[in-house]
């Protein structure tokens, strides 16, 4: 008997990738091993393993990559004030490349000749998955099922029911879900009418702001070279931190997106997000630069943070181009170090004051009061020749420009 060709698939327990593993023995005659790779999030990694073997898989794996996720991904995002489209945190395109990293190492030590994973053909994790793989494994054959089954989400849960498959929805409320600690995305259902305003039923980790407590809460987030590492004066790992941070900003009602997002596949999409720590964080980290980078580095950084956060949402984070990006960010971080004061009241996050060692922020110049030494008389100089080229410019083009319409150039003709 013929030895079967063995594929990974990158397993969450979810409805998709719970199909799959039927789907793939089926379709493609394969040998299914799982990859359940727990970036945070995942709540019972045991019983995710032992489903997937009951399933049909011949081998069930797990991982746990909690720390590198923070450390190798969300600490270059944070640093990078990576925010797509002024909006999304990109917490499951983060994970996304390291997902498809283990995919691979695995596939490779299993003697695998394919991967999978249960990205749909009208989502950007088919193509981190795919870019990533080729990337990273070109030996290796990609195969996305929900891209090529062609059933709606409704056929995929009749799918799972008649085929005896364990799924965590139901018709009723058939929202898929992501998380890991740097966010929580909800999509499908009624979420896909951007008309309806989002049910309470799709948040576990934020209180509604109308029903946050009425008083305020403070956090002093520590940071140095532009890494949180932190609370109230107390150091603790990057996850420990985020997971703590998550419950503080979350039971004052921040963290809620609802974004109408540009995909990669050229269509918008109506994306919800949970994301506490990542908008306190991100808006801390913003502060904290203000005071510790000059006007020059905080102007082009904010190009690098869009391109950064294009990268990473299309799929590009093992790119030479991210590497060169991450270079520049590093050498931009050698001073953003200090204590970030943040007020946290009913949905909102305000910044309540910042210090650092290496603040450019001068009280002795900014003060109106005494001890001001700053030279105002300094001023006049100064405003003269920077307005001068503008001077220049009026009164040769712009102020003469009425006379050059009445009176055009006329040129004489060659004889």
């Not at 996304?96 to 009208?122: C, F, N, Q, Y």
């Not at 999409?269 to 006007?295: D, Q």
Request: charge should be positive.
């Amino acid at each position: 008997m013929a030895k079967k060709n063995k594929v990974v698939l990158a397993y969450s327990g979810g409805v998709d990738t719970s199909v799959a593993i039927k789907w793939l023995a089926e379709k493609y005659d394969m040998d299914v091993i799982t990859l359940c790779v727990n970036v945070g999030g995942v709540r019972d990694v045991e019983g995710i393993v032992k489903k997937a073997v009951k399933i049909g898989a011949i081998k069930s794996l797990a991982v746990d990559a909690r720390e590198a996720f923070i450390n190798d991904y969300v600490f270059k995002a944070i640093k990078a004030d990576a925010l797509y489209e002024g909006q999304y945190p990109l917490a499951t395109a983060l994970a996304r490349p390291l997902m498809a990293k283990l995919l691979v190492d695995i596939a490779h030590r299993e003697g695998a000749t394919a991967v999978a994973h249960g990205s749909t053909g009208k989502g950007n994790d088919q193509v981190r998955f795919d870019v990533s793989v080729m990337a990273l494994g070109p030996d290796l054959k990609i195969i996305a099922p929900a891209r090529e089954w062609g059933m709606t989400r409704d056929e995929t849960i009749k799918y799972a029911n008649r085929h005896n498959i364990p799924i965590p929805v139901n018709i009723r409320k058939p929202y898929s879900i992501d998380e890991n600690p740097w966010g929580r995305s909800i999509e499908c259902g009624v979420l896909e009418d951007p008309w309806t305003e989002p049910p309470e039923d799709i948040y576990e980790w934020t209180k509604s702001p109308d029903k946050a407590p009425d008083k305020p809460e403070y956090v002093d987030i520590d940071f140095e070279q532009g890494i949180p590492v932190g609370l109230n004066g107390k150091r603790m790992s990057g996850l420990q931190l985020i997971e703590k941070l998550n419950v503080m900003a979350g039971r004052n009602g921040i963290g809620r997106i609802d974004h109408i997002e540009s995909r990669l596949v050229g269509i918008k999409s109506r994306e919800n997000y949970e994301a506490p720590a990542a908008v306190v964080i991100l808006k801390a980290h913003l502060g904290l630069e203000a005071m510790t980078l000059s006007r020059h580095q905080l102007r082009f950084k904010e190009r690098v943070a869009q391109e950064y956060s294009d990268i990473i949402y299309n799929g590009l984070w093992f790119s030479l181009h991210r590497q060169d990006l991450d270079t520049y960010i590093d050498s931009s971080q050698r001073y953003v170090t200090g204590v970030v004061r943040v007020k946290m009241h009913k949905g909102n996050c305000t910044l309540a004051g910042r210090k650092s060692p290496y603040s450019l922020y001068n009280i002795k110049l900014a003060t109106y009061d005494t001890g001001d030494l700053f030279d105002q008389s300094d001023s006049a100089s100064f405003i003269r020749l920077w307005g001068l080229p503008l001077k220049i410019q009026a009164q040769a083009q712009i102020m003469g420009t009425p006379d050059v319409e009445k009176k055009p150039i006329r040129r004489k003709k060659k004889k």
